[in-house]
């Protein structure tokens, strides 16, 4: 079975902080993926990296920057030098092994105040 | 390029009625998934169609059924309507590379906000 926890509900910002989201995932697959969407206000949820089982590579893209560790089972998120922008409800994700039933943690709210 | 439709936007309807919800997926894209937010509970997984079958089921009762047309459109019906239903109804979509797909990325449409009164 899979499992994606995201135990910070919600977080809370100023502007320019740095903010990490976690995610914890149990599966008993040796490939999966891992995924994050960012959902702003009008509901839409917008896809925003993948990443495979056997890549365990950081990935920084702009601000935003991917912690993956296969040894923690944990794939967390990092802003930097957040905005108000940023301000969405953040879902970590995770897919088995052949087959694309994608199952979703239960989102980190976050606000950036300015 | 158009993206993943959903109709309607809003829905309101009573207790002990049905609900029909429709979607539109990217065109090109073969696969059709239904998830279920409701308030506090994240997205919960309902139903993945693809090629007109259905691929998986999540954990909901039966009277949460759909369908995949020819052209990839899906249709989500809820019968016999409980409070608890009351939910933001989201689908995606995806390309199929065939029964063994893994790791698509899904394109979100908006949803549909149920509220059953």
């Known amino acids: 079975a899979q499992k994606v926890t995201q135990a910070q509900t919600e977080i809370s910002v100023v502007e320019k902080e740095d903010v990490t989201l976690d995610c914890v995932y149990e599966?008993?697959?040796?490939?999966?993926?891992l995924f994050w969407y960012k959902q702003p206000p009008s509901g839409e949820l917008v896809f925003l990296i993948r990443r495979n089982s056997f890549d365990e590579q950081n990935e920084i893209s702009g601000r935003y920057s991917w912690n993956f560790q296969k040894s923690t089972s944990s794939f967390n998120f990092t802003i930097t030098a957040s905005q108000v922008v940023d301000s969405a409800v953040y879902f970590c994700?995770?897919?088995?092994?052949?087959?694309?039933?994608?199952?979703f943690g239960a989102g980190t709210r976050l606000t950036v105040k300015p | 390029e158009a993206g993943v439709t959903q109709s309607p936007t809003h829905l309101i309807k009573t207790r002990g009625q049905q609900a029909t919800l429709r979607c539109s997926p990217i065109?090109?894209?073969?696969?059709v998934y239904w998830y279920q937010q409701a308030l506090g509970l994240g997205l919960q997984f309902l139903l993945w169609?693809?090629?007109?079958?259905?691929?998986n089921r999540g954990n909901f009762p039966p009277r949460f059924s759909g369908r995949q047309f020819p052209n990839y459109s899906s249709e989500l019906n809820v019968n016999a309507l409980e409070l608890e239903d009351s939910a933001l109804y989201l689908c995606?979509?995806?390309?199929?590379?065939?029964?063994?797909?893994?790791?698509?990325?899904?394109?979100f449409g908006s949803g549909t906000q149920l509220s059953v009164l």
């Open positions: 599966t008993r697959d040796t490939t999966y993926y």
């Open positions: 995606a979509s995806s390309l199929d590379r065939g029964h063994t797909i893994s790791g698509e990325k899904l394109f």
């Open positions: 994700a995770l897919t088995p092994d052949n087959n694309n039933d994608m199952r």
């Open positions: 169609y693809d090629e007109g079958e259905e691929r």
């Open positions: 065109s090109g894209h073969t696969s």
